[in-house]
């Protein structure tokens, strides 16, 4: 039989070793618990970080959109009106110019005048859009187009109007991405032709806008100076929206640019 002193050191090394397997354990619980407030906390605050970014994203589009509103009305009420009156003076000089010379050339410069009003109200238009909001996304596209076309450029338009059933903050974004796409093919990439398909379906709304331009390489210095503003805007608004961004260009071979939004 084992004496009573060796029962004793028995009993303890059992108790001890009990013990230590209890403090891993608390140690093992207290680590798993210590890690999943961690993860929580980091989800916490990449939520957090992610409201605040969209917060900014939102605050940036529509500073943006004020400042376009205000100086679309400056543009009409004051440069329009300023320019409407001054072609006005030049007509009541051409009437009463006293040689054939004075009346070509007041005549020219009502031309240019008109031309400058003109162009002047396009840009207001293009700033603050009345259109999209008298007449819906398919209509404002469609406008846009016809710009495009009477510039010289062809134009091929698919647009379903389910686009309608977007909330008027979703279709202004979608509006600005469209003009600013549509802007960048005539600035930058020379195309002929220009096709735009904004379909919905399967719970989402896709963009696509080809052309057959020069394309250029999205890596090099020069594009991205080329993009500038323009690009960003874009991203900011996708980014607004959740969508999905998607630009592949091979110089030579157009570009284009896909973007794919929950609807």
Excluded: W
């Amino acid at each position: 039989m084992d004496k009573p002193e060796e029962l004793d050191f028995m009993q303890l090394l059992g108790t001890g070793v009990v013990m230590m397997l209890l403090l891993v354990l608390l140690v093992v619980v207290f680590v798993i618990v210590h890690q999943k407030r961690a993860h929580l906390l980091q989800a916490q605050l990449r939520q957090q970080e992610l409201s605040y970014q969209s917060s900014m994203l939102e605050a940036m589009v529509a500073s943006q959109e004020s400042e376009r509103e205000r100086i679309a009305q400056d543009l009409h009420d004051e440069i329009g009106a300023s320019l409407s009156a001054a072609r006005l003076f030049i007509t009541q000089v051409h009437y009463e110019a006293p040689t054939p010379h004075l009346q070509e050339m007041s005549q020219q410069a009502s031309q240019i005048l008109g031309e400058t009003l003109q162009n002047v109200r396009s840009i207001a238009q293009n700033l603050s859009p009345a259109l999209l909001e008298r007449f819906g996304l398919c209509r404002a596209v469609t406008t846009l187009g016809s710009r495009l076309e009477a510039a010289g450029l062809h134009v091929e338009l698919n647009v379903d109007e389910a686009v309608e059933t977007l909330g008027s903050s979703a279709q202004l974004a979608l509006y600005r991405i469209v003009q600013e796409l549509f802007a960048n093919v005539v600035r930058h990439a020379g195309a002929r032709c220009l096709t735009l398909h904004l379909q919905a379906a399967a719970g989402q709304l896709r963009l696509e806008v080809t052309d057959d331009g020069c394309g250029f390489v999205r890596d090099a210095p020069a594009a991205s100076r080329a993009a500038g503003m323009g690009l960003a805007g874009i991203q900011a608004r996708t980014k607004l929206l959740n969508g999905q961004l998607e630009i592949s260009s091979v110089p030579g071979q157009g570009t284009r640019v896909i973007l794919v939004l929950p609807h």
